[in-house]
């Protein structure tokens, strides 16, 4: 489409007979032709152009308005376009041709412009000067080489010699200070060369005259030029001058000013330019070896009237000199020597530390701002791109350990991008020899191309960009992380984003983005998870964190041991046809491949991906066949690649030997134990996560049932084989919209009626953008806004707290400054399709402001959530809420105490708060979310808690400290997770969100990371994939008697895949505090 501009324009009256009119046009760019007549025509213009969109001024159709009726206009054929091209068609005596020109056309300015304007003309004019002014220093240096003072010729002299006078002893030889030997070639050319520079300046001054003819002459360049030119010149006409001393080597001063204004000229041309650091060192060694050359000329010159000093002793002299060593050795003997030493070092006194003033404040400013990353180190190493709005030094050190934890990774440049000052503590660390090499700091912002090109953000083979959870404003925060994203991928398009963002109604935003990760969405499903499968805070963060499984040896408990071992275990993938763990597994089914490759090998494989499916599924069951294209995912202490296989189990089994393995070990297994476990969505059966608090047994039948054909006598029950192909018979189709729960048996009616008003479905309304659809249970019909208020009776019921209403299962309660987009995922894992009717927690949010009618709108749906004002410092809001009836309080961190002054004193109101409910309600399992992991010590305090205490001391082992040999064992096997084996974190009852920053760095070696985390979290649900759950191990259970064999059990009869225990202990000491792990 094309859309025809027309410029209307207006004649002038003429105010005398004799003055042109000014007229001006302006037409579209074209093509160049040989002849102005050559034109294309509207008509020609529309055809050429049909298809191209754009504006075109069609100057054939500017109509002009008449101004006065005196003033005939121009008959239509004669248009601007002939004016101003000229066309030779029209005739007309009243017509002038006007030239323009963009620079006055005199010789004059022709000169200026080839000398002085044009950057390349003016570049060789002044590589030009230099050379001449090199070549006269070079001169000078062979004059001198070959001159002999006994020689010197003296015009002024009797017998025109200087050899021929009487010597007093002391007395100065002035002769041999005004004349010297210059043999007649060496004159020659200094005579071309001085004749040379004397027109080549003169011209210059002329070009560069402004009216003021005494500001040229008094120029130091203009001075020096006629010192070293006027002689020579004189030189021609008058012979006998012709050994006259010129201080040529002064022209090493103005080779210093060419080579200055070449180097900028040169920067002009190529439209690049140096950092100023690298000018002032430039200008700086420039000056002092000018400094250092004109000493040593000036000396050996004056000293051929006394002691007659070599041209290398003078410049040693002035080198041992201007160093400030002094060894006097070598020192002049006359005293004009002697002067020009002291004003060369007066000089030096004056000019040297401006230059070393200038260059340290460039120096500080360049460390300041962190200078470039090198081009040529960007195309033959590889680096990637941190961007961060303010550093910190537990966000840094989280960032480089984890990254460079992988072994690939360590020849990697990491390039930090940050808008602010460098803070002490960031700059102690990165001047650590381990990170100074690797840890490059700019100071900079993303959204500036300057600042990308600096960190060369094209040439990087990936970008992190982190926003800033201390902000108190998160959504301001998510929108600066936003442009950052943006300008990223405006600028190098071709390099993978890693982005962190806070709130989910934001993340669609950076959609295009490789990889992001939405802290409130992990971080309140992770929450609502650990309400009920314990410790899954814990488990997730273990295995997002890289370790090689060495913390806790040294401790002399057993189970710090097990669980530092353990910490080590990750997620690794292998394709099928590649693997020697389950390589052999090709056409089974994918639970015969999980139990055996642990039973053979220990790994626990936990998911598979299909070649032609771009999904991941977390335990597929055994409806799924391996085939030899699978990726299989699985968790061990190390991958596979990094693996010795021993086979020295078989030959001992072989043999006949007693071998103590995973699934014959006579340990015993503690009476309280939960289970994390995969379950099979394509299974019939339900894994029921039975709080750990609770004594009763589940009076359904559980699935570890001890087999009723062994039951009796002293052998041990068998558990059945795990088949190689499931029994199709044996596998009850899977119904999603049905409850499996309801098909149980031995029910009172009571029972029977709990949850039978639910429905499955999807909910209706999602909060933000983006949130994935995950089947719920749901009401039939949204409950009214009314009825969501727990502490306000309404029309349709009068309860006003949560006694009255009589719930039977546990509340939930959580605790929020105010209802986020995130909160919505802490109701949707709670509330999922798998979650038994019978076993939902009805959950309470106290939140410190009411929430919107948005927020209503989105979990009006849910069964059994409810909301009202209040915080947990108010007990009386406590109690209303039913604190007393419930069994978890999530208390989430609140983003008014960001704003604390001390950084680490943002969880103070949180601790106490915690703290003092911990004291009032001891039975109640209180879950708390942290600003900063360090603050976890003070989880559920108490100050003569022994066995706390000596939890401590292995935490201030494991972290940098001085002292004893111990420290740096544990510091070198450990990981950086001190805070590992405090109990609260080792329970799951604390959790820090900064402790998955570890998953965007894992990311970028394990692009399946994040998928698999949500997948684990229930944020994203894949057909025929399972999910996560907990079942409680009681002792009636403990026939099983192993790890091993639970996990045949688990998988034989439910297929299920156990990855974790969650273990209790009570711990009793003489003193009258117990601590309960």
């Not at 570890?998 to 994203?1020: C, E, H, P, W």
Request: hydrophobic content about 40%; charged content about 20%.
């Amino acid at each position: 489409m094309n859309f025809f501009f027309n410029l209307r324009g207006t004649f002038v009256k003429q105010i005398a007979e004799d003055r042109p009119v000014a007229e001006a046009a302006m037409s579209p760019p074209r093509r160049s032709s040989s002849s102005h007549g050559d034109r294309t025509s509207t008509e020609n213009l529309q055809k050429n152009n049909s298809s191209n969109s754009g504006v075109i001024l069609d100057i054939s159709t500017l109509k002009m308005a008449e101004v006065d009726s005196e003033v005939p206009p121009l008959p239509p054929r004669y248009r601007f376009r002939d004016l101003l091209l000229g066309d030779q068609t029209f005739q007309n005596d009243d017509r002038v041709q006007v030239e323009f020109y963009v620079n006055e056309n005199t010789f004059k300015e022709r000169l200026k412009l080839f000398f002085i304007k044009n950057q390349r003309s003016s570049l060789r004019i002044r590589l030009f000067n230099f050379s001449l002014k090199i070549l006269t220093c070079a001169l000078y240096i062979l004059r001198v080489s070959l001159d002999n003072p006994k020689d010197t010729p003296c015009p002024m002299c009797q017998n025109n010699s200087l050899t021929n006078t009487t010597e007093t002893p002391g007395e100065i030889k002035w002769g041999y200070i005004f004349w010297v030997n210059r043999r007649v070639p060496v004159w020659a050319i200094q005579v071309t060369v001085a004749l040379i520079s004397f027109l080549e300046t003169m011209l210059i001054t002329y070009l560069s005259y402004k009216g003021n003819i005494w500001e040229q002459i008094f120029q130091i360049s203009f001075i020096l030029e006629m010192i070293n030119t006027v002689p020579f010149i004189i030189t021609i006409f008058w012979p006998p001058l012709r050994n006259i001393f010129v201080p040529v080597f002064l022209n090493c001063w103005l080779a210093k000013g060419a080579l200055e204004n070449m180097i900028n000229d040169f920067h002009r041309a190529i439209q690049r330019t140096h950092s100023a650091m690298f000018n002032q060192v430039f200008i700086l060694i420039c000056t002092l070896l000018c400094l250092v050359f004109t000493g040593a000329c000036g000396i050996q010159h004056l000293e051929r009237a006394g002691k007659e000093l070599s041209l290398f002793d003078s410049f040693y002299f002035c080198i041992v000199t201007f160093s400030t060593v002094g060894y006097g050795d070598v020192t002049p003997q006359i005293w004009p020597s002697q002067l020009l030493v002291v004003i060369l070092i007066c000089v030096a006194l004056v000019v040297l530390p401006l230059q070393f003033e200038e260059l340290a404040y460039l120096w500080m400013e360049s460390q300041k701002l962190g200078g470039n990353y090198s081009r040529h180190r960007a195309q033959t190493e590889k680096h990637v791109v941190l961007c961060v709005s303010s550093l910190k030094i537990d966000l840094l050190m989280d960032f480089l350990n984890e990254f460079y934890a992988h072994p690939r990774l360590q020849d990697y440049y990491v390039v930090i991008l940050c808008p602010t000052e460098i803070d002490i503590q960031v700059r102690r660390i990165l001047q650590i020899p381990l990170w100074s090499q690797r840890v490059i700091y700019l100071q900079g912002s993303a959204l500036k191309d300057q600042d990308l090109m600096r960190a060369k953000m094209d040439d990087a083979e990936a970008c992190f960009i982190l926003s800033s959870r201390n902000e108190v404003d998160r959504t301001a925060a998510d929108h600066q992380t936003i442009l950052r994203a943006w300008a990223a991928k405006d600028f190098a398009p071709n390099c993978p984003l890693y982005v962190q963002i806070l709130k989910p109604e934001n993340k669609f935003h950076v959609k295009f983005a490789d990889h992001v990760v939405c802290e409130e969405e992990f971080k309140y499903a992770m929450l609502a998870l650990n309400c009920v499968c314990p410790a899954t805070s814990t488990l997730v963060t273990l295995l997002v964190h890289t370790s090689r499984g060495q913390e806790g040896q040294l401790s002399p408990e057993q189970w710090q041991r097990t669980y530092g071992r353990c910490s080590g275990n990750e997620v690794y993938h292998i394709r099928l046809c590649d693997s020697k763990f389950f390589g052999e597994y090709d056409g089974k089914s994918f639970t015969y491949a999980s139990f055996h490759a642990h039973k053979k090998y220990g790994v626990c494989l936990i998911g598979v991906k299909r070649e032609d499916n771009k999904s991941i599924m977390l335990n597929p069951g055994p409806r799924h066949i391996m085939a030899a294209t699978d990726t299989c995912y699985y968790i061990n202490i190390t991958k596979e690649e990094n693996s010795a296989f021993i086979f020295k189990q078989e030959e001992k089994h072989n043999k006949g030997l007693p071998v103590t393995g995973l699934y014959d070990a006579p340990s015993r297994l503690p009476v309280h134990s939960i289970i994390a476990s995969m379950v099979d969505q394509a299974t019939s059966y339900g894994t029921v996560a039975i709080d750990l608090q609770n004594p009763d047994p589940p009076e359904e039948s559980s699935k570890l049932t001890l087999p009723t054909e062994n039951g009796a006598g002293s052998r041990r029950p068998s558990i059945a084989p795990v088949l190689e192909i499931a029994d199709s018979s044996a596998i009850l189709p899977c119904d999603l919209l049905s409850d499996q729960s309801e098909d149980e048996t031995n029910q009172s009616d009571e029972e029977g009626s709990v949850g039978s008003d639910f429905v499955k479905g999807y909910p209706p309304n999602s909060p933000y953008i983006g949130s994935s659809p995950t089947l719920c249970h749901l009401l039939p019909q949204k409950a009214p806004f009314c009825c969501l208020r727990l502490d306000k009776g309404c029309t349709h019921n009068s309860f006003e707290d949560a006694k009255a209403y009589g719930f039977k299962n546990k509340l939930i309660i959580v605790s929020a400054e105010m209802a986020g987009n995130g909160l919505y995922n802490f109701i949707v894992p709670l509330r999922a399709y798998y979650r038994p009717r019978k076993e939902l927690n009805p959950i309470v949010l106290l939140l410190d402001y009411p929430p919107d009618n948005h927020f209503l709108e989105a979990i009006c749906c849910f069964p059994m959530v409810y909301f009202m004002a209040g915080t947990i410092d108010n007990l009386d809001n406590l109690l209303q809420c039913g604190i007393i009836y419930a069994d978890n309080l999530v208390v989430v961190d609140k983003e008014s105490t960001m704003s604390a002054e001390e950084d680490y004193m943002a969880d103070a109101k949180t601790i106490v708060n915690v703290q003092t409910m911990f004291r009032l309600f001891p039975s109640l399992s209180i879950i708390t979310e942290l600003t900063h992991p360090s603050n976890m010590r003070f989880m559920q305090f108490r100050a003569k808690d022994c066995y706390s205490l000596a939890l401590s001391k292995l935490e201030k082992v494991s972290c940098s400290g001085p002292g004893t040999e111990t420290v740096t064992i544990e510091r070198d096997k450990g990981s950086n997770l001190a805070f590992m084996f405090r109990l609260p974190f080792a329970a799951g009852r604390v959790f820090s969100i900064s402790m998955l920053d570890t998953l965007l760095y894992q990311s970028f070696v394990k692009d399946y990371m994040i998928a698999i985390a949500r997948l684990l979290l229930g944020l994203d649900t894949t057909p025929g994939s399972g999910y996560l759950c907990a079942m409680k191990i009681t002792e009636e259970d403990l026939w099983i008697r192993t790890y091993g064999r639970l996990f045949q059990k688990l998988c034989s009869s439910s297929a299920e895949i156990p990855i974790g225990i969650y273990r209790t202990e009570s711990h009793m000491f003489s003193t009258s505090e117990a601590s309960s792990v």
